[in-house]
């Protein structure tokens, strides 16, 4: 019944910077807000396997990947159910389709993928 929408993604030059946004809804979302919940924002590039990025907690507390800590930072806006995934120093690496993930649960560690609710992603492609 939850429902993620990603927005956002798009081609941009190295070293520039995009905002990614997830729109949750229903469900739980509806009923206790977005701080109710776990969320994640995921990666995964063709031929590769997908990869946890950053992760909130319903505390706040955040966890980033080695790769984009420093260059990356996930929020939230409560008020809108909005979760959002702010794009720095963006290197072509970063190409990937960015997928949004939502569970109930805590999940330990916090970046694997065994987040319960995923939305249909949003293209990130970064030039040399």
């Known amino acids: 019944q939850v429902q993620l929408v990603e927005s956002g993604g798009g081609s941009v030059q190295a070293g520039g910077s995009m905002r990614l946004s997830c729109t949750a809804s229903?469900?739980?979302?509806?009923?206790?807000?977005?701080?109710?919940?776990?969320m994640a924002w995921f990666r995964q590039a063709p031929g590769k396997e997908r990869e946890g990025v950053a992760s909130?907690?319903?505390?706040?507390?955040?966890t980033y990947a080695d790769s984009v800590k420093g260059r990356m930072t996930i929020s939230r806006n409560n008020a809108n159910n909005n979760l959002y995934l702010q794009l720095d120093s963006l290197k072509p690496e970063d190409t990937a389709m960015y997928f949004c993930?939502?569970?109930?649960?805590?999940?330990?560690?916090?970046?694997?993928?065994?987040?319960?609710?995923w939305g249909q992603g949003t293209q990130v492609t970064v030039s040399s």
């Open positions: 909130i907690d319903r505390d706040g507390t955040t």
């Open positions: 229903g469900g739980t979302i509806r009923m206790f807000g977005i701080s109710a919940v776990y």
């Open positions: 993930a939502a569970d109930p649960t805590k999940r330990t560690p916090p970046l694997l993928p065994g987040y319960r609710v």
